[in-house]
């Protein structure tokens, strides 16, 4: 189980409607949610515009500055040194936001497409098909995540794409049973009983009146998710299942790397260890934030 | 506040600062009778027979002895448990004088009797134990079993045909061809003598075959009562966790001068440069290159030098278009900077390599080999004669999670690589796996294209290396050249010295001019030690002895 | 209350059929072979089909997939191909070594988490309270093992306080009765084996208790903000009762039920999370031996092992569904 599995705990049923100017006026008034959102737009921006940011290209080898041995620390040139094969540890660590960025992004879409399809479906319909989903759920559930995420990279072969896929897929039974959990609670409501009591089909109902109800906790879920995603690849990278092209800068195959490298050169796994945490740490405010705005339950405290 | 929580958080805090505190005072050091080394994994089973990884072979150097042995640092073979032997005329017959007074570590004597025990009790394997994971150099160097399971080989194909005891101490071994390489192998230390009583008391070979034909050893020979005539004897062994050694008191030859040996499994190789700076452990084996300096900058280490008996080749399989071009593969030989890599990677301690024999090994060419010195033009304008536009796409494969002693990391000298090859009219895809077993499963089935991989000599013979690569058709290099298969074939079956030597030196040029690989490096792997350990022989094999370690005062 | 348990009981069924069926597919749909893992660089072609035949995988599946659910309800394991032991008996070996470091792990965490947290309820919205909500978030944000490294390196190779790998100092002669190294010192009246044991978990349990600590503590904080307003803690400041008992009696136990629940889900994190922890610390628990034994595709050791640990999971979330029910009168279990 994941951080975001446990934190899935802590949200409470869905929100009614008409809270979303109320939790942007109450994120905006949140310094956590600011300093969150200024960590994330600094990571986008920094993984969008990469190649006009940085002083160096993320590839270039310069063997010679590494004659004397791994590594020369940073200097007015280098600002962050240069890595074991004499590239700018600085532009890699700004190329690298890029990959974190689409990793995060593409395994959270996977989880939550699957996790959508499957605890909607289950939701809705109930019965049998809720059980046989969701004792498929607890069976993925059942195992260690980080477990679960090697053996599927081990089944298809490390790849950036299996690698995304892997984490996407062992976060599929949060988002399913979230969303599950909200469209039972969304079902009983008065404005889907209203609905279906004038006749309005099914498969409408849930399109639009249940879905975008039951979706706030979703979101939050989902931020959260996006820091957890960029965790579990390093871990993967730790575990020598990370990118196949290790010129491609990312960050926990740099911090793994850089760990033989531990007593010469400590920078180069202080800083994108850094990295991974600052940006987690964005996505985790942000997600933290999202919270405690969307809680009805917090709602009138202030 | 809650008295419960103020007391439980000052509990806490206290308890943190008392433990730093505690533990600042006491720091252990290690008692001046013991070594700890550090392993990178637990032995399979303490068993030469049975073991082909290295591990394994550390802890079983220590505690049995082969009839010959190398002298310490060299592949020289010299008289162990035999003072002495001779081949009959036809090379068929081998007579072994056998030492007198050695007596097994459980108090039987070694004879005759006991040394063709043991030769048919490894010619006798059941069919489970058959198998070449299991017993491969038996495999590799006699090629078959008395009684064969289904699918293995047979008398028919064994080099050993039978042994005895002729007197007490005098034993024959019948071998059914001549080879060049018998008394070699026998220095492995997987042809080590145990007691034959302990074999039968502790039933080495013992097991069930379950319904899947999963074989479960019964017995307690490897795990706990391995014994031999070495110079150590088993203590104690929790996997996971440490395997102790004792100096044997009845050895015949001089005695060892530590009392005991521990052997620490610590699987990353920081992990164990780290242990041994903070005193947990007294050595270990394969340093990284880059903590070379570390250890040598900081006072109180030391590193050794193992001779360089190695190759780190990058691989090419010619059954993948367009590596079938003689062309194609002279591009790629132009157009990887193997200076650059050996000079920058391996810390000094790497040559680099312009044949794949290493210096060391008899065969080794002075003269005559073709030379591929980083050119990227040349190798552009290769590329265009083949009738190829440049850049020329190429699948390249490199392993994760590994470190051996010719590539110490992987991913390091593939960047180099890639980046010298796309200088030259290469286009690299990047493909990697973890080392066991997709990596090796990946080049040995014929996936890779191109890829890194290397290769350690078990014996000081250019048989071990030529042959077993470029001997026969492989779907891993995937080429079909009958002329140097023949070549090494009869290279290997001459027993005239100087006339192997020539025929030995000739393939290793053809094999340059042919490129079924580009070898670039031969290193010499290094092991660290606490400064005051003396007395450590390293090999070129890693055939080395505990029983000279001391410490200095 | 019985026929709950025994309902959830039987609800296991189906979960353990399903990982069954999981866990015996995924691994023939692996690739590369036991013996290449084997033989490394030597296997031969003839080698590993010898291996698949002598392990039973050139049968039909279903064959194989009935071979293996007869011999695990026998409890048999099967052996396993890189240590060629038992896998029982490594189970029963390197489960006490994770369980002692997550137990500690644990520990740390709640003794820590649980009273941060509830401070910061007290103390809402003061810089405490923001200060120890972002501590938290830093603490969910960073990679173990970049924590672990650090931790290591600081502790163990530059201060030189704490041992930098595995559970006891080699050169103790110490007996390992029930392999649980703490316990073995205490019941074997080896002092100086419990102390040295408990010195080489301090660093791993705190770089695997990071991530538990920051989340109770903010599940405690959440919890006890929550009870702090319900109806019975006015009632009883109303009353007149003095603040501390108000505290302990009313907030404080009421608050525990939830993070009780949060405490029992973090069996999974911590399995995750020990297969980093094991790796850097060189400890020999199951959560390397785990992934080690994916790396090596050792399949009886991956069959088993994780069958295993998923029933420690699923077990073990039935301890807390039933122990919840205990503390929490108000919850009929049904």
């Known amino acids: 189980m994941s951080v975001a599995q446990i934190e899935m705990v802590e949200l409470d049923a869905a929100p009614s409607g008409g809270l979303w100017s109320e939790a942007w006026r109450r994120l905006r008034r949140n310094p956590g949610a600011i300093v969150g959102f200024s960590f994330v737009a600094v990571f986008v921006f920094v993984g969008i515009f990469a190649p006009l940011v940085a002083p160096y290209s993320a590839l270039d080898q310069h063997l010679e500055l590494i004659a004397k041995g791994c590594c020369p620390g940073p200097s007015a040139h280098h600002l962050f040194g240069v890595d074991d094969l004499g590239r700018d540890e600085f532009s890699r660590v700004l190329y690298g936001a890029r990959s974190s960025l689409i990793i995060g992004v593409v395994a959270v879409s996977v989880a939550l497409t699957a996790g959508l399809v499957v605890g909607g479906t289950a939701g809705y319909l109930g019965g049998i098909v809720d059980s046989v989903l969701m004792r498929a759920m607890d069976v993925m559930l059942a195992i260690p995540g980080l477990l679960f995420a090697i053996g599927i990279v081990a089944m298809l072969g490390p790849s950036l794409l299996h690698i995304m896929i892997a984490i996407g897929v062992t976060n599929i039974p949060i988002f399913a049973r979230l969303l599950r959990g909200s469209i039972l609670a969304q079902r009983e409501n008065d404005f889907v009983l209203a609905a279906r009591a004038v006749g309005v089909p099914r498969r409408s109902i849930l399109a639009s009146h249940i879905l975008p109800n039951a979706i706030s906790p979703v979101i939050v879920q989902g931020t959260l998710a996006l820091a957890t995603a960029i965790i579990d690849v390093a871990g993967l990278s730790f575990l020598g299942l990370g990118d196949p092209n290790p010129a491609r800068p990312e960050w926990g195959q740099m911090l793994t790397n850089s760990n033989n490298y531990l007593q010469n050169a400590p920078f180069l796994a202080i800083i994108p260890g850094l990295a991974i945490v600052v940006s987690a740490l964005g996505f985790n405010l942000i997600g933290d934030a999202l919270r405690e705005a969307l809680d009805p339950k917090l709602r009138g405290r202030e | ?553 | 209350m019985l026929r709950f348990i025994i309902r959830r009981l039987f609800l296991l069924v189906p979960i353990l059929v399903g990982l069954s069926i999981l866990i015996f597919l995924w691994i023939r749909a692996l690739p590369g072979s036991p013996a290449q893992a084997l033989l490394g660089e030597r296997a031969t072609p003839a080698a590993i089909t010898q291996i698949r035949h002598q392990y039973g995988l050139d049968k039909p599946l279903y064959v194989q997939y009935l071979r293996y659910v007869d011999t695990t309800a026998h409890g048999n394991f099967g052996t396993s191909i890189v240590s060629r032991r038992p896998v029982t008996t490594e189970l029963r070996e390197r489960f006490p070594a994770t369980v002692e470091l997550s137990v500690a792990a644990m520990l740390f965490a709640m003794s820590l988490g649980i009273p941060l947290g509830f401070l910061a309820a007290k103390r809402y919205g003061t810089i405490f309270d923001h200060v120890s909500l972002v501590g938290s978030l830093i603490g969910v944000s960073t990679p173990i093992f970049f924590l672990a490294l650090v931790l290591k390196y600081v502790f163990a190779v530059r201060l030189g306080w704490l041992p930098s790998i595995g559970r006891q100092d080699v050169l103790l002669d110490a007996s390992h009765p029930t392999n649980f190294y703490v316990l073995d010192g205490l019941v074997t009246g080896n002092w100086s084996a419990a102390w040295d044991a408990t010195k080489h978990l301090i660093l791993p349990a705190i770089a695997l208790g990071s991530i538990p600590l920051a989340i109770i503590a903010r599940s405690t904080r959440a919890a006890a903000l929550d009870v702090q307003n319900e109806d019975y803690v006015r009632t009883a400041r109303a009353k007149g009762l003095p603040p501390r008992t108000v505290d302990s009696r009313h907030i404080f136990r009421n608050a525990m039920l939830p993070v009780s629940t949060i405490i029992g889900l973090q069996t999974g994190l911590l399995l995750s999370g020990a297969v980093l922890t094991e790796t850097v610390f060189a400890l020999p628990g199951i959560g390397s031996w785990l992934a080690n034994a994916i790396f090596n595709r050792d399949y009886p050791v991956i069959q088993g092992g994780i069958l295993f640990t998923a029933l420690v999971f699923v077990f073990v979330n039935l301890l807390v569904d039933i122990s919840y029910g205990i503390i929490n009168p108000r919850i009929r279990l049904s």
């Not at chain 2, 080099?159 to 008394?183: D, H, N, P, V």
């Not at chain 2, 140097?484 to 009869?490: A, H, Q, V, W």
Request: net charge positive; charged share 15%.
């Open chain 2, 1 to 553: 506040m809650s008295k419960f929580v103020k007391v439980s958080l000052v509990l806490a805090i206290a308890a943190l600062v008392t433990v730093a505190a505690g533990v600042a005072a006491i720091r252990s050091t290690a008692a001046s009778d013991t070594l700890v080394f550090g392993a990178a994994a637990d032995p399979v089973i303490i068993d030469g027979a049975l073991v082909s990884d290295g591990e394994s072979l550390r802890v079983i150097d220590q505690i049995f002895e082969g009839l010959v042995g190398l002298k310490p640092g060299t592949t020289v073979i010299v008289p162990k448990l035999a003072t002495s032997y001779a081949a009959s005329k036809n090379g068929l017959a081998w007579t072994f004088k056998l030492r007198k007074g050695v007596k097994f570590q459980d108090g039987t004597p070694f004879n005759g009797q006991a040394v063709c025990a043991n030769f048919d009790r490894w010619y006798s394997f059941p069919g489970p134990l058959q198998d070449q994971a299991v017993t491969y150099y038996w495999n590799t160097v006699f090629g078959g079993f008395k009684h064969p399971a289904t699918g293995n080989p047979g008398p028919d194909k064994s080099l050993y045909k039978g042994c005895k005891a002729l007197g007490q101490y005098t034993a024959r071994i019948i071998l059914s061809r001549r080879s060049s390489s018998f008394l070699g192998a026998l220095a492995l230390t997987n042809f080590g003598i145990a007691s034959p009583t302990a074999l039968k008391k502790y039933q080495a070979d013992a097991g069930t075959v379950d319904s899947d034909g999963v074989f479960h050893p019964t017995g307690t020979f490897g795990t706990q009562n391995p014994i031999g005539t070495g110079p150590y004897k088993l203590k104690s062994w929790k996997v996971g966790d440490k395997l102790e050694i004792d100096a044997n008191p009845t050895y015949w030859g001089a005695k060892a001068k530590l009392k005991r040996i521990i052997f620490r499994p610590i699987a990353d190789n920081a992990a164990r440069l780290q242990a041994l700076q903070t005193g947990e452990i007294q050595g270990y084996d394969l340093v990284a290159p880059q903590d070379i300096a570390t250890i040598k900058n900081s006072g109180k280490l030391k590193a050794l030098d193992r001779p360089a008996f190695n190759v780190g080749y990058v691989g090419i399989n010619q059954a993948i278009p367009p590596m079938n071009n003689l062309l194609v593969r002279q591009a790629l030989a132009y157009g990887l900077d193997r200076k650059s890599v050996v000079d920058s990677f391996y810390a000094g301690r790497g040559q680099v390599a312009d044949q794949f024999l290493p210096p060391l090994v008899v065969g080794f060419a002075k003269k005559g080999v073709p030379q591929y010195t980083f050119n990227p033009e040349k190798s552009i304008a290769l590329l265009k004669q083949a009738g190829l536009t440049p850049p020329v796409k190429i699948e390249f494969w490199y392993p994760t999670s590994v470190s051996r002693p010719y590539m110490p990391d992987p991913s390091r000298n593939f960047q180099a690589f890639s980046a010298s090859l796309s200088k030259a009219g290469f286009q690299v895809v990047p493909r990697s796996a973890p080392w066991r077993p997709d990596y090796l499963g990946a080049t040995q089935s014929g996936k890779a294209q191109v890829f890194l991989l290397g290769w350690t000599g078990d014996f000081g013979d250019p048989a071990n290396f030529l042959n077993v690569h470029f001997g026969s058709k492989t779907d891993q290099f995937g080429f079909d050249n009958p002329k140097l298969f023949d070549l090494l074939t009869r290279a290997d079956s001459e027993t005239n010295i100087a006339k192997r030597t020539a025929l030995y030196q000739q393939a290793s040029i053809q094999v340059m001019k042919f490129l079924p690989v580009v070898p670039y490096v031969h290193s010499k792997p290094a092991l660290a030690f606490q400064k005051n350990v003396q007395g450590y022989a390293p090999s070129p094999v890693s055939l080395e002895s505990f029983a000279t370690v001391s410490y200095s005062s």
